[in-house]
Nanobody
Framework: QVQLMESGGGSVQAGGSLRLSCAAS????????MGWYRQAPGKQRELVAT???????NYADSVKGRFTISRDNAKNTVSLQMNSLKPEDTAVYYC????????????????WGQGTQVTVSS
């Protein structure tokens, strides 16, 4: 069983910063992609940023230039530095692992964290 545990959410005023962290634990051989998604009330879950095991990153247009994703492959952790936060960034942020293998020959799997609330007030 692989678990993803997020931390770092909270409340901040517009223009402020927060840093989210996520640690994957359990029987893990490798994880291809790690990332962050978010879901605001009444809206669908959307991609925020992803990072491959090789360090390639992908960002939603709405967060480019403000958010930075990073990961530590050895520790199976991923972080999201969020700067210049806006009220529209308010959402529950979910950590995601894709292409997760428990053994070298195992089939890839995926996992979600339970989410952490980020609230940005104007």
């Amino acid at each position: 069983q692989v678990q993803l545990m997020e931390s770092g959410g909270g409340s901040v005023q517009a223009g402020g910063s927060l840093r989210l962290s996520c640690a994957a634990s359990g029987n893990i051989f490798s994880i291809n992609f790690m990332g962050w998604y978010r879901q605001a009330p009444g809206k669908q879950r959307e991609l925020v940023a992803t990072i491959s095991s090789g360090g390639s990153t992908n960002y939603a247009d709405s967060v480019k230039g403000r958010f930075t994703i990073s990961r530590d492959n050895a520790k199976n952790t991923v972080s999201l530095q969020m700067n210049s936060l806006k009220p529209e960034d308010t959402a529950v942020y979910y950590c995601r692992a894709e292409g997760l293998k428990r053994t070298a020959s195992g089939s890839p799997d995926s996992a979600w964290g339970q989410g952490t609330q980020v609230t940005v007030s104007s």
